[in-house]
């Protein structure tokens, strides 16, 4: 019997060997051409994405087949093995990364990460030098070496991952077992064993011997009859086995709209306009930019001025407009007569595509024109698969983030229709405007920024930065100023953070150019005006001056669970702990950490942004942004402690996303008067400017 460090290898050299054959594309002509669309896979396809579930699933049957961990795991990867000489080399590879990363025994399992195991897809396009007066192409490759970033991709692939819209199998089986509905389980056993008279059986059994029941009807299948099973499945039966992930369509949207912001941000910092929409009113436009990835045959080029096919124009007008009647009306088509009321998670599952199988939704209507869109534009390339229809390189292609300027305009105009917070459930909390007790907007002194550069073992400031900034000098103005800490060491503060370009590798040696910034970390001076301890979630966003009254420009830098004393405390944050973040923070592609192999690690979904790009480029003479801070009442946020997640932003823990309120909040909803007013009236908010700029 192989040992889990045997079989840990042998998926490692299994999701190797898979991304090796998706980079083996055959040669070109038309007959090579069929054989590329048998052999490549499509994620935004719904059809190759349920097939990719279904094997999923058929492996997490085999995991839990056998009592002993190795013994079901071993039977897992052999399945995963056969299923790679028979179906696409991207389909079981990503049926077998949702089997991993959310199946808890396989969490034992390597799934090595992409940027290791594969750099070449990540490989920079060397397109020419951009100038500012030159064609729209040579304009947008000015930010190259942003969408091209080998970590920013990374996320993007990871995020859709661990939030499949195709859905997930179970994760622990005896878990299954105990919770699924007596009816969905008889359903699922009479399908397998049509003579069983399950209907009177299954209230008897106990939960392991309901698990019994089902894994030794199921296993007794191979592959093909397993899958054919599932898909055979009433809706009922077939969420009783498969489930969408917690609050996956709201965070579809949130996860994509704080990448655009942060593009945006980075567009503005190299001299470009903000990114404008691909939507209805261009379809029948040709797309000006083009986009050649020069990854050699494993992804085609898309042409500048291609233009979407008639049919699939009138196609994708056909979903916007039953999106925009739900959103006008405030109403999705039901499968009953009642409609389904417009909310923050039923607006994403309709607009990305969640499998109609685990949605209340009209079956054949809300197909999800976010996959469609990507699918559409995709096949617009030549020579190869377009990088639309893969998630791992996708934000490569600057029609990517065009194309999700639209889709975001759809949740922006949903939440226009929402009433403003009334921001009544604040905490006992003050954060200071400014010294004297005023409402002054932008100069709060109370939020404080620190150069951590020469600082060796940041963790360590938490214990003494308090005494630096608080007790005497609770009063003190620290902008671009000096604290002195108990033992006499010194930190600087600023009201400049600054990025630069440095030259670092892929894991395979080839040279990059990629974005980081200097070390930072911040402090923010709370008064508790209460006589307990209070429990605060702390909130930290920025944005560029020009657009800080545009709420969905805000870009997310922290979040987290903070114990405020009675009187006043200093809560501080070094940027590698920045809650957007993959944890441990990473510094350079070609020095990157692991994941998975610890089944009872929380943190299994490892998501986040990069760390080298959790700020804005910015500009050499410094761009003008403002930051803000709002504390709100952990307890009625529910949220969860740090720890049990890569990133408290933009993963759940396990199953459940660790904070009740909007995601964004409090930048999710319109404002009833202008957001620096706003921040200026309330206690427990503050905001302050900084500049950010970029040294070459």
């Known amino acids: 019997m192989a040992t889990i460090d045997e079989l840990r290898l042998r998926s490692e050299r299994l999701f190797e060997r898979l991304l090796g054959a998706e980079s083996q594309q055959p040669g070109l002509g038309a007959a090579a051409d069929d054989q590329r669309a048998a052999k490549s896979f499509a994620w935004f396809d719904p059809v190759q994405a349920h097939d990719a579930l279904m094997l999923a699933a058929e492996l997490a049957v085999r995991a839990g087949s056998r009592r002993r961990v190795s013994a079901g795991l071993s039977l897992a990867l052999d399945a995963a093995d056969l299923a790679a000489d028979q179906l696409p080399a991207g389909m079981v590879r990503q049926a077998l990364a949702i089997f991993e990363t959310h199946h808890r025994s ?16 990540f490989a920079p396009s060397r397109r020419p030098s951009p100038v500012a007066t030159g064609s729209s192409d040579q304009n947008e490759a000015k930010l190259d070496y942003w969408r091209e970033d080998a970590l920013a991709n990374e996320h993007h692939d990871h995020w859709h991952q661990v939030y499949p819209h195709s859905g997930l199998p179970p994760t622990d089986w005896l878990q299954w077992a105990t919770d699924v509905s007596r009816s969905a389980a008889a359903e699922l056993l009479e399908a397998l064993e049509p003579s069983g008279n399950w209907a009177a059986t299954v209230d008897t059994l106990t939960p392991q011997e309901l698990l019994d029941e089902f894994m030794s009807r199921a296993e007794a299948l191979n592959g093909p ?59 029948k436009q040709p797309i000006v930019e083009g986009y050649d990835p020069v990854l050699g045959t494993r992804y085609g080029r898309r042409d500048a001025s291609r ?36 909310d923050r998670v039923t607006i994403g599952e309709a607009t990305e595509g969640t499998d109609s199988r685990l949605r209340d939704l009209r079956p054949g209507r809300y197909l999800g024109i976010h996959n469609w869109g990507h699918s559409r534009i995709a096949a617009l390339s030549v020579d190869g698969p377009g990088v639309m229809n893969d998630p791992s390189v996708a934000i490569r292609d600057p029609v990517f983030w065009r194309w ?60 003494t930065i308090g005494a630096g900034v608080g007790g005497a000098n609770w009063d003190t103005d620290f902008t671009d100023s000096t604290i002195v800490l108990p033992d006499g060491s010194t930190l600087p503060t600023v009201g400049n953070l600054t990025t630069r370009f440095k030259a670092g590798q892929l894991i395979d040696g080839t040279p990059v150019m990629h974005m980081t910034h200097d070390a930072f970390a911040y402090a923010v001076r709370i008064e508790n005006s209460s006589s307990a301890p209070l429990l605060i979630t702390l909130r930290v966003f920025i944005v560029p001056q020009q ?150």
């Not at 396989?106 to 992409?114: E, G, N, Q, S």
């Open 106 to 121: 396989a969490r034992r399992l390597v799934k090595p990460r992409t940027v290791a195991a594969d750099p070449g897809r």
């Open 404 to 463: 999700h300027r639209y889709i975001d305009g759809l949740v922006e105009k949903w939440q226009s229709t929402l009433p403003a917070e009334d921001f009544s459930d604040a905490p006992a909390v003050k954060v200071r405007n400014d010294l004297q007790g005023g409402t002054g907007a932008w100069k709060s002194p109370d939020i404080i920024l620190i150069d951590t550069s020469g600082v060796v073992d940041p963790t360590m400031l938490p214990s």
């Open 225 to 283: 009859q397993l899958r054919a099973f599932f898909d055979s499945l009433s809706s009922t039966a077939y969420r009783g086995l498969f489930r969408i992930n917690d609050r996956q369509g709201e965070l579809f949207f949130y996860m994509h709209q704080q990448m655009l912001a942060r593009y945006d941000a980075e567009r503005i910092s190299v001299g470009l306009s903000r990114v404008t929409p691909f939507g209805p009113t261009q379809w």
């Open 547 to 696: 657009w800080a009254e545009q709420r969905r420009r805000w870009i997310e830098l922290d979040k987290f669970i903070y114990t405020a004393s009675p009187g006043r405390s200093v809560a501080f944050r070094a940027d590698t702990d920045l809650a957007v973040i993959k944890k441990p923070a990473e510094y350079d592609p070609s020095d990157i950490h692991p994941d998975g192999g610890d089944p009872n690690d929380a943190g299994y979904c490892a998501c986040g942004w990069p760390n080298p790009l959790v700020l804005p480029r910015g500009t050499p003479t410094g761009l003008r942004s403002r930051v803000a801070v709002m504390c709100t009442d952990a307890t009625l946020d529910n949220a969860s402690p740090e720890g049990l997640c890569g990133s408290m932003s933009f993963c759940g823990a396990v199953d459940r996303y660790p904070d009740a309120r909007d995601m964004g909040y409090p930048f999710a909803r319109p404002f009833a008067s202008s957001i620096a007013s706003t921040f200026a009236a309330l206690d427990n908010a503050a905001a302050r400017s900084v500049t950010i700029t970029h040294q070459p």
């Open 307 to 342: 233009q979407l096919a008639p049919a699939h124009v009138t196609e994708l007008s056909a979903f916007h407009v039953e999106l925009n009647d739900a959103i006008t009306s405030g109403g999705l088509l039901g499968a009953a007569a009642t409609p389904i009321a417009v």
